[in-house]
């Protein structure tokens, strides 16, 4: 099972999305929405992460996986220019996954194609259900 609470944190009140509107910040991790967008899913042999990632480079993206949870860090840097409207957000961003299963760590794989990074945490088969045969004696 795996929990994402990420969108838990961050600011809630009234009081501070009005003091996040007066003093805007351009670190993604100050974002009052969780950056990146993530999905999460699993079936019996897997879990599955997939993050929209647009324009970044897999050098600056770093995956941790621990005891009991996946970071996902990385860095958007800016580019300079004047610009009208900038909706897409620069600077230091983190995600934690919570993961409430075993994971074999050395079958984990990770990809990046057209902006989107998949993580396939694939499940240990010491904590699957095993299936016991009966037989007649």
């Known amino acids: 099972m795996v929990i994402d609470l990420s969108p838990f944190y ?28 993530l999905n999460i899913g699993e079936d019996d042999a897997n879990i599955y992460v997939s993050c929209e990632i647009p324009g970044m480079d897999i050098a600056d993206l770093d995956l941790t996986l621990t005891d009991s949870s996946l970071v996902i860090k990385g ?3 800016a580019v300079k220019g004047k610009y009208y409207r900038q909706e897409r957000p620069t600077g230091f961003f983190q995600r934690v996954v919570n993961i409430q299963a075993a994971v074999a760590r ?18 240990s088969d010491a904590r699957r259900p095993k299936k016991i045969t009966i037989e007649a004696v």
Do not use: H, N, W
């Open 75 to 77: 860095e958007r840097k």
């Open 106 to 123: 050395d079958r984990v794989t990770a990809s990046m194609r057209d902006g989107v990074l998949e993580v396939v945490l694939p499940k």
């Open 10 to 37: 961050g600011p809630g009140t009234p009081l501070d999305r009005l003091f996040e509107s007066l003093l805007p910040s351009m670190a993604i991790s100050q974002r009052s929405l969780a950056y990146p967008p």
